[in-house]
Structure formats: structure tokens, C-alpha cells
């Protein structure tokens, strides 16, 4: 993003604004050009961005590491703000479909339109115009998606709030995809803005409950956390156990902390208040916090992964400098840090394992700057600095992966603001000698797909469409033969 624009920063969360809608070819060509301001869908942050009409991707870097370009491959043209972005198969069909979720603000100029939508995958694209859009319009924090009714179909969690305080709500699946009429509201007193959505089976009972993060409006801005329990099947509407202390809270997440098979919830607080963790004892979830940070700069969601490979769960937060707490023996202690100039806090971040090298690597997107990075593991230990940055010239609220194209590989998506609101970036499987089932190794698994390739190149081409039968060809003379077995063999047996 151009460093021509100004932020500034809300400690109390200001009411959203109602917005009239109108059609969106009639807002768009009535969108006035020059300064335009964007709200995060938190209310924290407001930005101001140099010109409406300048809606571009901007210098960026790759490291040969990471699998994607700096440019999109894919982008919706629809005028949205986008809270949450998520790959999931929600209509059965094995392939990944795009979820979107939106919300309203006081930017300006003003958006029409908040609907949640879905862009369907057919055949591993994704469709230009999303075919399924939500019954209701309302303001969308997060989104989350599982088998919530235990009817095989997966179901849309919508995590919902704004100034307006309008309750969360369920879409459920059917055979074809979730319905657009949400079969489930939420009814929590006092009325909260829920800003982050986690479902898990806590009590390890078969089924989904449902925990939420959530503040409230000035001058009333803190809430208690949220959890919903289900069951067999049937969420409750009311909750069932709240978080003594009232909050800003974000970026719920479920990790084993110590070790005892029972996950412990993690969440990230705002300005005053410090990230915590809540111990889960024998599925019981305890109402005060286990561990708590100690910082009460503003934190923004938590991540859960093993990142040093130690076999226990390492809690990454969204600080300004995003942070990571190693896991020893069950205790948190702070070891990492994103280095400055890359340091401003993030709206999203996930850990994925980007490189497909078996670990996990750590990837953000920042509202302010419109940023993505990836900071890439290896052999258990994060750069401080990141392998890949992208830079768009809108807002950055959203990041998620998921095999979208079916290659085996994970693509990113991005939720941004404005005439662009969605961008996915397809991974690009390296060209690996002897990778010939291009999962970016050379083991064991590719001797099977190397036979097919000397045996039959057409069954190879139909069984690996992303590979080239030129991975196999080891002696480099153009042919793929039997002059190039004994080379493969030595890619397989060398340390």
C-alpha cells in the first residue's frame, strides 16, 4: 500500500452507521472520486486511503519458498468490506468453495451492499458471480464452518454483531449447499458484537459447540466471552458459559496447553485487558484464565501450531509486533517476534504449511497497510522477517488456504475493501527433478508415478494434470527412459 495515508486509532468501539441500501450498479457509478476512508470491522482502525479509483496491487517480493505469485490469480468484482474469507467444501461435491463474509461501517463513500456470499467451485474454478448469497444482511465479523446438526451437510456459522448488535446465526447445509435462511439465531443477554467465532467439540461428546469472542459499543464497549453447547445435534440459542471478565475480545481458538488431551481455549484482548488462555478441565471450561500475557497493548486473535516440532502446541497472538509464545512442558514463555519494518499488527493471521515441508509456517494480513506476509518455518524456527509480502492498495481483513484448483497444494484467498473485495493467489508447485507426484518432495511416494510416466504418459498426465513427465527425466536429454532410472534411484537413496 502507498504510505500516503493516515490512521487512526479507537480504543472504544464506535457504533456502526445504518446505511440505506440501494442497488450497487447505482452506487458504483454514484462513488465519488478522491480521499476515501475505510473502518475495520472491529471498529478499531480508520484509515484514510489517497484515491477511491486507484484499486491496485502494489511492489511486493517472493521468496523462492513460497508457492505464490504477487499478483492475484483470481478476483471477484463486487463492492464489498470482507471481514472473513474461508475455503471449505460446504455442498459435498470434494471440491473447495469460497465463503465470504461481509459487514457495514461508517467508510466512506458508503457501502450498499453487507450480504455474506458463496463462490461455488466448479471443476476447480471458481464462479465469476457467487450463487448463493445470504437471506440476511447484517454485520458479519467471522465465519466458521462444520457439521453442527450431525447431518453429514456442512453447516455456515456466521459470527455477527455491528453497532447494531445483530445476534450470530447458523445457515444449515442441505444436499446442495447451506440454505440462505439462517435456521439458527443466537440469544445472548445483554446483546453483544460478536467478533470472532470458534467451533469445537470441547467436551470431546461428538459434536460441535460453538465459542465466541465479542465487545460491545461506547460507552459500553466490553463483553463476557460466549460458549454454546450442543447437543447431539441441537445448539442452544442461550449460552452456557460465559468468561468472568468482561472484554474486547478477538480470534478465538482451541489448543492442548499442557498436554492433558483436553483443549484449552486461547483468545486475544483489546487495549486494557490482557490475551488468555482458559483451562479446560476434563470438559469443563474453567471462567477464568490459566495464563495470561501480561501486555495489555491491544492484542487482535490467536493461532495454535507446533511450531518448533517439540510435539506440543505453540500460541502465536496478533500484536503489534505479532508475537509467538513457545510451549514448554505446558508453560508459554514469549520467543519470537516480527522484525520492524514488517511488525504493524494484524487483522487475520493462520498458520499453514505453505512450502509443504512439514511444518508450519505462519502467515498474516494487516488492515492498515493492506500487507500480507508468510513468514516461512524451517526446521522449527520462524523468520523474523517474512519470504513473501504482498501489497494491496485497499484495507487487508481476511487470509485463508485451502486446495482450491485441486492440485494438492494449498492457494490463498484475501478479503480486502472495496470495488475488489476478494483475491486468491493459486499456489505454483516447484519444479522439483524426481518430484513426480509434485508434492515438493522426492521420496518414496514418486516411484509408482515415475513407473506410469516411463510406462504410459497419458495415464501419468490423467492421474497428475499439474506434473510433466520432464520431472522424470534425470539425465537431462530431453527423453524420459530407461537411462533415467538409474539417476531417479540415486535422488532416492542420497542423504
Request: net charge negative.
Amino acid at each position: 500500500m502507498s504510505s500516503k495515508f493516515s490512521i487512526a486509532l479507537t480504543l472504544t468501539v464506535a457504533a456502526a452507521a445504518v446505511i440505506n441500501s440501494v442497488k450497487a450498479d447505482e452506487a458504483r457509478s454514484s462513488i465519488p472520486t478522491g480521499p476515501r476512508i475505510e473502518v475495520s470491522k472491529d471498529g478499531h482502525y480508520r484509515v484514510e486511503l489517497p484515491d477511491v479509483a486507484d484499486e491496485s496491487e502494489n511492489a511486493s517480493f517472493r521468496f523462492n519458498g513460497v508457492p505464490y505469485l504477487t499478483t492475484s490469480d483470481w478476483n471477484n468484482n463486487l463492492r464489498r468490506q470482507v471481514s472473513a474469507v474461508l475455503v471449505a467444501d460446504v455442498n459435498n461435491d470434494g471440491k473447495k468453495d469460497l465463503l465470504v463474509g461481509c459487514y457495514t461501517s461508517t467508510s466512506f463513500p458508503p457501502y450498499p451492499e453487507w450480504t455474506n456470499l458463496i463462490y461455488y467451485n466448479i471443476g476447480g474454478t471458481l464462479e465469476a458471480t457467487p450463487s448463493w448469497i445470504s437471506g440476511s444482511q447484517v454485520h458479519t465479523g467471522d465465519l466458521a464452518v462444520g457439521d453442527i446438526n450431525k447431518d453429514s451437510y456442512p453447516d455456515v456459522f456466521s459470527a455477527d454483531g455491528g453497532g447494531g448488535f445483530s445476534p450470530s446465526r447458523i445457515y444449515f447445509g442441505t444436499p446442495s449447499g447451506p440454505s440462505t435462511t439462517a435456521g439458527w439465531i443466537a440469544t445472548p443477554s445483554p446483546s453483544t458484537w460478536t467478533t470472532g467465532v470458534a467451533l469445537f467439540d470441547f467436551d470431546h461428546d461428538g459434536d460441535l459447540d460453538a465459542f465466541t469472542s465479542n465487545q460491545g459499543v461506547s460507552p459500553n464497549p466490553f463483553r463476557r466471552m460466549l460458549g454454546y453447547r450442543n447437543n447431539d445435534g441441537v445448539l442452544e440459542t442461550t449460552p452456557f458459559w460465559q468468561s468472568d471478565e468482561e472484554a474486547i475480545s478477538s480470534g478465538p481458538s482451541f489448543g492442548d496447553l499442557d498436554g492433558d488431551g483436553w483443549e484449552d481455549l486461547a483468545v486475544g484482548k483489546w487495549v486494557n485487558f490482557q490475551t488468555a488462555v482458559y483451562k479446560n478441565v476434563n470438559g469443563v471450561l474453567q471462567t477464568f484464565p490459566v495464563w495470561q500475557s501480561g501486555l495489555t497493548g491491544g492484542d487482535r486473535g490467536t493461532a495454535w501450531a507446533d511450531v518448533d516440532g517439540d510435539n506440543d502446541l505453540d500460541l502465536a497472538v496478533g500484536r503489534s509486533p505479532m508475537m509467538l509464545y513457545t510451549n514448554t512442558g505446558g508453560v508459554l514463555n514469549p520467543t519470537w517476534t516480527a522484525a520492524p519494518p514488517f511488525s504493524t499488527q494484524p487483522q487475520d493471521m493462520k498458520f499453514v504449511d505453505v512450502d509443504r515441508d512439514g511444518d508450519q509456517d505462519l502467515a498474516e494480513f494487516q488492515f492498515s497497510t493492506g500487507r500480507a506476509h508468510i513468514y516461512l518455518n524451517t526446521n522449527g524456527v520462524l523468520s523474523n522477517a517474512p519470504a513473501y509480502t504482498y501489497d494491496d492498495s485497499s484495507t487487508g481483513n481476511a487470509i485463508a488456504f485451502g486446495d482450491i484448483n485441486g492440485d494438492g497444494w494449498e492457494d490463498m484467498a484475501i478479503g480486502i475493501n472495496g470495488d475488489i473485495s476478494v483475491r486468491v493467489f493459486f499456489a505454483r508447485i516447484p519444479e522439483i527433478i524426481g518430484d513426480m507426484n509434485c508434492d515438493g518432495l522426492v521420496n518414496l511416494d514418486d516411484v509408482d508415478p515415475f513407473v506410469l510416466a516411463q510406462l504410459d504418459p497419458a495415464a501419468y498426465a490423467t492421474a497428475y494434470p499439474f506434473c510433466s513427465t520432464s520431472r522424470g527425466d534425470i539425465n537431462t536429454d530431453a527423453l524420459l527412459n530407461g537411462g533415467d532410472v538409474q539417476g531417479f534411484s540415486n535422488l532416492l537413496t542420497a542423504p
